[in-house]
C-alpha cells in the first residue's frame, strides 16, 4: 500500500469507516419501516416479522463475540476487509428473498457478516488515534450512524415503494462493496502491538472472564444490553405504530427518519468533539435522562403526525449525544492487545439485547399497545444513565497484564 501524506491518509481512513458505519447501518435499519412490505410480499405474518430483526441481531451477536480475539491476533485492518466482502455478497441474498424461510436465513446470514463490522471499526479508531482525539474522530465516522437515518433509510423506503423491497438491498450491496475497495487500496493496518496467543477455546474463556472482572467493562456491557433493549422494543414497531395512529404512508414514515438523522448528523460530531474537551460522562448522563423523557412521553405528546417532526428531531439529538462519548470512553478500559474482543464482548451484549427486545416488541405491542413499549424503553434507558453515573470511571487506558 502506498504512504500518504498523514492528513490525506486520516481523510480516506476516516471517510472509508464513514461509508462502512453508512451502508451497515442502513441496511440494519431500513428492515423496519419496510417491515410491513416484506410481510405482504412474502406472507408474513404480522406478528412473526419481527423475528426479521431479532435473527439479524442474534446471529451478529454471536459472530461478534467469536471473532473478537482474531481481531486482536491478526489485526482489525484483515476483520473490516472480508467482513466487508462477506457484507456485499449476504447483503445482495437479501434482495433475492421468496419465502419467510429464506428472508430469515438471509437476515441471519447479513448479521453475521455485519455483526463484526462496527466493532472492528470503533476498535480501529482505539488503535489509530490517541485518546484525546478519539471523541471527535468517533463522532465524525459514526456519523454515518445517522446519515444512514437521514439519507440511506429514506431512500431504501422510497425504493420500497417505487419498486420493490428488494431495491435497497441491492443499493447498500453494492455500497458494500465500495466499502471492500476502500479497504483494500487505502486503510492501512494501524500500528499497534498485537496479541501473540493462539486462539482455542480456553484463550477465549480466559480472555473473557479476565476483560469481565474489569469494573468498567462489567458495567459498560451491561448499559450496552440495555440501550439496544430500549431501541429494539420501541423502534421495531414504532412505524407501524405511526401508519396504524395516524393512516400515513411509507414516505411519511421516511422524512421523519429524514428529519431525524438531521438533527442526529448536525450533532454527533460537535459532541464528540465536546466530549474530548469536556468529558465524557457529563454529555452521556444528560442525553440519557433526556431519551428517557422523551421515550415515556412518545405516545401521548401530540394527536397529529406533523408535531412529530420536532419531537424526533430533538430525540435523535440526544441519542447522537450519547452515542459517540460512550463509544470513545469505552475504547480507553483496555489497551490494543485486547481492545477488539472487549468491542466483541460489549457489542455482542448489545445485539443480545437487541434480539430480546425485537423479539418481544411484537408480544407487547399486540398485547398493551406501543405505549408499554416506549414506557418501557424509558425505563431501561434510566437503567443505563445509573451504570454509567454510580458504576463506571472515566479513567486513562489500563494495560491489562499476562495479555493472551
Not at 88 to 94: E, G, K, Q, R
Not at 237 to 266: C, D, H, K
Not at 276 to 297: E, F, Q, S, Y
Request: charged share 10%; with cysteine; aromatic share 18%.
Amino acid at each position: 500500500m502506498k504512504t500518504l501524506p498523514p492528513r490525506v491518509q486520516e481523510t480516506l481512513i476516516v471517510s472509508a469507516l464513514f461509508l462502512l458505519i453508512f451502508t451497515s447501518f442502513s441496511e440494519f435499519m431500513v428492515v423496519a419501516p419496510i417491515l410491513k412490505n416484506i410481510g405482504e410480499h412474502l406472507s408474513i405474518p404480522e406478528e412473526l416479522r419481527s423475528l426479521l430483526l431479532t435473527s439479524y441481531s442474534l446471529f451478529a451477536g454471536v459472530f461478534a463475540f467469536l471473532v473478537g480475539p482474531f481481531s486482536d491476533r491478526y489485526g482489525r485492518r484483515a476483520i473490516l476487509l472480508y467482513g466487508s466482502l462477506i457484507f456485499a455478497v449476504t447483503t445482495f441474498l437479501n434482495g433475492m428473498a421468496f419465502s419467510f424461510v429464506s428472508m430469515l436465513i438471509f437476515r441471519a446470514l447479513a448479521g453475521l457478516a455485519a455483526g463484526v463490522l462496527s466493532g472492528a471499526a470503533l476498535a480501529y479508531i482505539g488503535d489509530y488515534f490517541p485518546y484525546h482525539r478519539r471523541g471527535t474522530v468517533t463522532g465524525v465516522v459514526f456519523i454515518g450512524n445517522f446519515s444512514g437515518q437521514l439519507f440511506g433509510v429514506p431512500i431504501g423506503v422510497y425504493l420500497t415503494g417505487l419498486y420493490s423491497f428488494r431495491a435497497p438491498f441491492f443499493l447498500y450491496g453494492g455500497l458494500a462493496f465500495l466499502v471492500f475497495l476502500l479497504m483494500r487500496f487505502f486503510v492501512p493496518a494501524p500500528p499497534v502491538t498485537l496479541s501473540k496467543a493462539p486462539i482455542t477455546f480456553s484463550s477465549y474463556v480466559q480472555k473473557y472472564t479476565r476483560l469481565l472482572k474489569i469494573k468498567n467493562v462489567l458495567f459498560a456491557s451491561l448499559a450496552y444490553f440495555f440501550i439496544f433493549l430500549a431501541f429494539s422494543i420501541t423502534v421495531s414497531y414504532m412505524p407501524t405504530w405511526f401508519m396504524t395512529r395516524f393512516q400515513v404512508a411509507e414516505n411519511a414514515i421516511a422524512s421523519l427518519y429524514l428529519v431525524g438523522g438531521l438533527g442526529a448528523t448536525l450533532s454527533s460530531p460537535f459532541s464528540g468533539y465536546l466530549s474530548d474537551r469536556l468529558g465524557r460522562k457529563p454529555l452521556i448522563l444528560v442525553a440519557n435522562l433526556a431519551l428517557a423523557g422523551l421515550m415515556a412521553w412518545t405516545t401521548w405528546y401530540s394527536s397529529v403526525f406533523q408535531d412529530y417532526y420536532l419531537f424526533y428531531f430533538f430525540l435523535m439529538i440526544f441519542v447522537s449525544c450519547r452515542v459517540s462519548p460512550f463509544q470513545a470512553l469505552i475504547t480507553a478500559f483496555v489497551d490494543a492487545r485486547d481492545r477488539g474482543s472487549l468491542l466483541s464482548l460489549v457489542n455482542t451484549v448489545g445485539l443480545v439485547g437487541l434480539g430480546i427486545g425485537s423479539a418481544f416488541a411484537g408480544f407487547v405491542y399486540k398485547s398493551w399497545g406501543f405505549h408499554v413499549n416506549t414506557l418501557s424503553a424509558a425505563f431501561f434507558t434510566l437503567m443505563v444513565t445509573i451504570l454509567i453515573a454510580f458504576c463506571i470511571t472515566e479513567c486513562p487506558v489500563q494495560d491489562l497484564s499476562n495479555p493472551l
